[in-house]
């Protein structure tokens, strides 16, 4: 990756984190205060989407074979759906609870990516220590959003009256808006020093120490 491109990446990280960390003090404020947070956080929502499958198609040829391919594909898919979900509560067609399960089913997509980049990506044994790890948790948050289908296909719209399991498709929030942020956010950071500095050296014997490619 060159010196262009890495920064690229960086900023595209930081951005994907500081969008969704944005997207949850809106929704913070608007549970306060109301007034059009929530359709604004709607937004972000769908803008984190579009920026995590922006993301993954960049850092695509990280993940090589045909995991890495399927796993960009399930980002790809999930940002999509996730504008779906925006569009159906901002555009009034469902209540926000049933809309929020659609967003949550399409960034359990991308946290199946985030999984998989971190846990396959050779660079990662490089990265400071903790970040492919946050990486891993968030992505395994976030892909609790799949228990949201079958809330979706019964139209689950009434969260009082929604049963007990649907809940658990709820707690992929904690890694959208919590554990996804902050890694992206050291994720970039981290890239982007990368640019102007040189990898630190891998442990011997390490995936990192093998396969690491050579920067040009």
């Not at 929704?27 to 803008?47: C, E, K, Q, S």
């Not at 050779?122 to 892909?143: D, E, I, K, T």
Request: hydrophobic residues 50%; positive net charge; contains cysteine.
């Amino acid at each position: 990756m060159d010196g262009a491109e890495g920064q690229d990446t960086g900023r595209l990280a930081v951005a994907v984190g500081v969008v969704a960390a944005g997207s949850a003090v809106l929704l913070g404020t608007y549970f306060v205060v109301g007034g059009p947070f929530g359709a604004i956080n709607d937004i972000g929502n769908a803008a984190t989407g579009v920026l995590s499958a922006c993301l993954a198609w960049k850092l695509r040829r990280h993940v090589a074979g045909r995991t890495g391919g399927l796993a960009v594909g399930a980002a790809l898919i999930g940002a999509s759906i996730t504008v779906a979900g925006s569009a159906l509560v901002v555009s009034d067609t469902t209540g926000f609870f049933l809309a929020g399960l659609v967003s949550s089913l399409g960034f359990a997509g991308i946290g199946a990516w985030l999984m998989t980049f971190n846990r396959s990506n050779p660079q990662a044994g490089a990265w400071p220590r903790g970040l492919r790890s946050l990486g891993v948790l968030a992505g395994a948050l976030m892909a609790l959003g799949v228990v949201a289908a079958p809330g979706i296909l019964l139209r689950f719209d009434d969260m009082a009256t929604a049963p007990g399991w649907i809940w658990i498709a709820q707690l992929g929030w904690l890694g959208i808006y919590l554990a996804y942020p902050a890694w992206a956010i050291r994720f970039g950071i981290v890239e982007a020093r990368q640019v102007r500095e040189p990898l630190p050296p891998a442990a011997p014997g390490s995936s990192a120490a093998a396969s690491r490619p050579t920067r040009t």
